[in-house]
């Protein structure tokens, strides 16, 4: 990554040689899980990451422009993997998005981001950072057709010890 988002407003992240080699191994990875529990996700190639504060609530915004003609205006539903450490800064992590929508197979999308971000300070904080909570996106196309979504309700499922 060209800059810690930690430490500014607003970053546009390109995505080095090393994290792009490193994404494409995850994604495919993830692609070979899937196929072996019957399941199928159709990856998408991200242009560059952002991670940005709305400066009027003090909070984050999870920003993402790929490289496909998808209209993003039709998810349905948003599902977000467990967050992984990225190896190669500390201050990055990692997590898949799987889209919903009307296709029939849900959409696979990468996502390297800042767990936190400079803010405005409008609610007190101690170290003056705004968590990424991951609830707010904006999905830009190769069309530049921007989409902003809400996730309103996380839900984290934990496996039942067997008995």
Do not use: C
């Not at 080699?21 to 070979?32: F, G, T, Y």
């Not at 199928?40 to 490289?67: C, F, G, H, Q, W």
């Not at 977000?80 to 190896?87: E, T």
């Not at 057709?145 to 984290?156: A, I």
């Amino acid at each position: 990554m060209s800059e810690n988002p930690a430490h500014k407003d607003l970053d546009s992240l390109q995505v080095d040689e090393k994290a792009k080699s490193w994404i494409a191994e995850k994604v495919e990875e993830e692609l070979r899980r899937l196929e072996s529990v019957g399941a199928k996700a159709i990856p998408l190639d991200v242009k560059n990451y952002s991670v940005m504060l709305d400066e009027d609530t003090d909070t984050v915004v999870n920003r993402i422009e790929l490289m496909t003609s998808f209209d993003f205006d039709h998810v349905q539903q948003i599902l977000l993997s467990a967050v992984q450490p990225y190896p190669y800064d500390k201050n990055l992590m990692f997590v898949y998005l799987v889209i919903l929508t009307p296709l029939p197979h849900p959409m696979l999308i990468p996502y390297l981001f800042a767990p936190k971000v400079v803010g405005k300070n409008l609610l007190p904080r101690a170290d003056g950072l705004v968590e990424n909570t991951l609830k707010r996106w904006t999905f830009i196309n190769d069309k530049l057709k921007r989409s902003d979504t809400v996730v309103r309700e996380f839900q984290e499922i934990e496996e039942e010890a067997t008995k």
